[in-house]
């Protein structure tokens, strides 16, 4: 395993062009470009700001952001997953010309999200502080949190990415689960809100208990739950390396099934 990653270190300038040439592609044609970047969670913050404070009024102080302070974050797992899953099959081309580590591809894929909700971030930190939640102490856990996501997103993303090459439908499948999924990480609404019976549900879901730990920072301006981070910390680290071996086992076979 060790020699797999020294592997893509090697590659890493293949990696860095992957991840540019997502990024330049993902708005191609488009008027504004680039620009989309910011203007993607400014357009969303506008919107529920919106259907929330005036259409359905949740019981939640500053609603808009209260969504928006974890929104950003299940936007960069959702669309990693969802993209990932396709990326082996899409890239079939490549992979049959030249030589490079596969594992390059769902990792360009979640490290573009990375740099996309980075962006995001230039919209949802002023937001707050127009709302008097200003950055605090507490922002140094923002980094590890991310960190962790990061890690349980790459393990998903590498175990979707080849078990798509395989079982096409996956692909399908997994827009019901992410969206399922949505729901039960506590995205729209606070866990306390949960009947105490359901709320198994949501602990013991680690993107939820993620999601919760950015609203700690963001919005309620505390520090996160450091035992339930270490637990996925943990929990997202055993899931990589064992989602990495799957991807190396499969990838072998990738060219006859593409």
Request: glycine letters at 4%; aromatic letters at 18%; a positive charge.
């Amino acid at each position: 395993m060790i020699n797999d990653w020294i592997d893509i270190y090697k590659y890493r300038e293949f990696l860095k062009n992957s991840v540019s040439k997502d990024l330049r592609t993902r708005y191609r044609g488009s008027i504004f470009g680039f620009l989309w970047t910011f203007l993607n969670p400014l357009l969303m913050l506008v919107v529920y700001s919106v259907l929330f404070s005036i259409v359905v009024r949740m019981q939640v102080d500053n609603y808009p952001l209260f969504l928006f302070s974890t929104l950003l974050s299940w936007n960069f797992f959702s669309s990693s997953i969802l993209s990932g899953s396709s990326i082996v099959v899409g890239s079939g081309s490549l992979i049959k010309k030249i030589y490079f580590p596969h594992e390059i591809l769902p990792i360009s894929i979640v490290m573009g999200g990375l740099v996309n909700y980075i962006y995001g971030l230039v919209i949802l930190i002023p937001a707050l502080c127009l709302y008097g939640y200003y950055p605090n102490i507490n922002y140094i856990y923002i980094p590890l949190i991310l960190l962790i996501q990061v890690v349980l997103t790459l393990a998903i993303t590498f175990l979707v990415s080849s078990l798509t090459v395989f079982f096409r439908d996956l692909e399908h499948m997994l827009v019901i689960i992410v969206n399922a999924l949505f729901y039960l990480s506590g995205v729209l609404f606070p866990l306390t809100t949960v009947p105490e019976e359901a709320r198994w549900l949501f602990y013991y879901n680690p993107i939820a208990m993620l999601m919760n730990s950015y609203r700690d920072v963001f919005y309620y301006n505390q520090m996160p739950n450091m035992i339930s981070l270490s637990i996925i910390g943990v929990f997202s680290l055993m899931s990589l390396i064992v989602a990495q071996r799957i991807f190396a086992k499969l990838k072998f076979r990738f060219i006859e099934e593409i």
